[in-house]
Structures are given as structure tokens and as C-alpha cells.
């Protein structure tokens, strides 16, 4: 089911979608922001979550992606940790500390189970390795908005 075509705050036309489940009941599709300073990387993340998610933004640091999320009030932010200005972590934080009631997947290179505590602490429910995003990313998006946590299963030292 298809509704009005809007224009986010990037100047992008949105499909304001629905879905049905088991035919009864129809749910929004959930809302999306991508934040990573790297733009082959957004694309991924974008083309991953295509079928099932709207892509609302995008941001290229933490800085902005703090700004996009407390205007746009996406249901998920996916989150790279290594980004200038503000890390992904830091973000997070902030996020945090301003009570948003966006969840936090993150997207990233680091394996280290200190990263997943650090993620973990500043209040994401979600951690995929970039390495497995094609595989982790959409499951780790359906656990995060039934409030469940999700580590990407393949992660070397996790």
C-alpha cells in the first residue's frame, strides 16, 4: 500500500508507505537515518534497507546526525563510530542524555568488545559489523524496533 510522496528535510521525495502483516494489520514503515562520513557506505546501508525501511536523511558526522534526529525523529538511526566532528559514540550520548526515543543501530568496522560495551552504555540496542551489513543489517533493524538487542553473529572477538 502506497500513500503521498513527501520531501524530507534533505529535499528528497519520501513514499510515505505501509506495510500489512498477516493481512489484518497495516504499520508504518519504519523511518530511517543514516549517519557515516562515508558516502559508498550510505549507499549500502540505503540499497540494504530499501525494501522495507524509509531513508528520511542522511548526515556525514555526528554533529549533524544529533541535529537530523532531533528534528526528523527517525524511528532508527544507523550509526557509524569513526566520523568527524562527533563520533557515532558521542552522538549517541547525546542523543541519550536529550531523552530521544530513536533507536541506535551501529554500523562499523570495530570488532572490539569494548566498542559493543561503549555502544551498549550510550544506549544502542543494535551493533552490525560492516563486513556482514548485508546479512545483519535488515534482522538487526526487525530486533531493534521490537526493542530487542541485536550483535552481528559473525563478529571476530565478540
Given at each position: 500500500m502506497e500513500g503521498p510522496i513527501e520531501s524530507d528535510v534533505c529535499g528528497q521525495?519520501?513514499?510515505?508507505?505501509?506495510?500489512?502483516?498477516?493481512?489484518?494489520?497495516?504499520?508504518?514503515?519504519?523511518r530511517i537515518l543514516i549517519a557515516d562520513d562515508q558516502e559508498e557506505m550510505v549507499q549500502a546501508i540505503a540499497l540494504?534497507?530499501?525494501?522495507?525501511?524509509?531513508?528520511?536523511?542522511?548526515?556525514?558526522?555526528?554533529?549533524?546526525?544529533?541535529?537530523?534526529?532531533t528534528q526528523l525523529f527517525p524511528d532508527i538511526l544507523v550509526l557509524d563510530i569513526s566520523m568527524p566532528l562527533v563520533n557515532?559514540?558521542?552522538a549517541a550520548w547525546r542523543?541519550?542524555?536529550?531523552?530521544?526515543?530513536?533507536?541506535?543501530i551501529f554500523v562499523t568496522v570495530h570488532t572490539?568488545?569494548?566498542f559493543v560495551e561503549a555502544a551498549r552504555s550510550a544506549g544502542a540496542l543494535g551493533y552490525v559489523w560492516k563486513e556482514s551489513l548485508a546479512r545483519d543489517l535488515a534482522p538487526a533493524v526487525r530486533?531493534?524496533?521490537?526493542?530487542?538487542?541485536?550483535?552481528?553473529?559473525?563478529?571476530?572477538?565478540?
Open positions: 521525495a519520501t513514499l510515505e508507505r505501509s506495510q500489512t502483516l498477516d493481512g489484518m494489520n497495516t504499520m508504518p514503515v519504519p540494504t534497507l530499501a525494501d522495507e525501511c524509509d531513508i528520511i536523511g542522511t548526515a556525514e558526522d555526528g554533529k549533524r546526525a544529533i541535529e537530523l534526529a557515532g559514540i558521542e542523543l541519550k542524555r536529550l531523552a530521544s526515543p530513536t533507536r541506535i572490539d568488545p569494548d530486533a531493534v524496533l521490537q526493542g530487542n538487542r541485536f550483535t552481528s553473529p559473525s563478529m571476530p572477538s565478540y
